[in-house]
């Protein structure tokens, strides 16, 4: 009815030894890593959410037909300086002042911007201050269509 392992003789149980109480946790961690891998695969992934751009209330599209344009270009580098292209062709801020000064001479013009999404926004400031010193001159910033 007992057992002569468990009973000490006097009806008392023995304690288990601290070497019998070790607890081997390895199927615990392969779980835990099974669940996580599970549920990294069946996620859905969500990036951010398109921002709402109101539409224009005012202004007009205008044709570049007859426009200087000016082409901003990203830097290739991280740290690296733009590039511009004045009528598709490589240019300076010195050199693109120089033909807008020579172009204003015969009256109105006009300067279409287009400038990349990663152009510093200081640099843009640079140009439009070019473009400001220049008398008789509008310019546009041209911008992508929302589809």
């Known amino acids: 009815m007992f057992d002569d392992d468990d009973d000490d003789g006097f009806g008392q149980r023995k304690k288990a ?38 539409t224009a209330k005012s202004g007009t599209a205008k044709s570049p037909a007859g426009m200087v344009e ?49 152009v510093p926004n200081g640099f843009v400031g640079e140009v439009e201050t070019i473009l400001a010193e220049i008398r008789n001159l509008k310019y546009h910033f041209g911008v992508q269509e929302k589809r």
């Open 17 to 54: 030894s601290i070497a019998d109480a070790d607890l081997d946790i390895t199927p615990m961690i392969d779980v835990t890593f099974l669940l996580l891998i599970f549920f990294m695969v069946t996620s859905t992934m969500q990036g951010t959410p398109d921002r709402d751009i109101p």
């Open 70 to 118: 000016l082409v901003i270009l990203a830097p290739a580098t991280a740290g690296g300086n733009p590039a511009l292209e004045v009528d598709g062709r490589p240019a300076s801020l010195e050199e693109f002042r120089s033909q807008l000064l020579q172009k204003s001479g015969d009256g109105e013009l006009e300067v279409m911007i287009l400038a990349e999404r990663q």
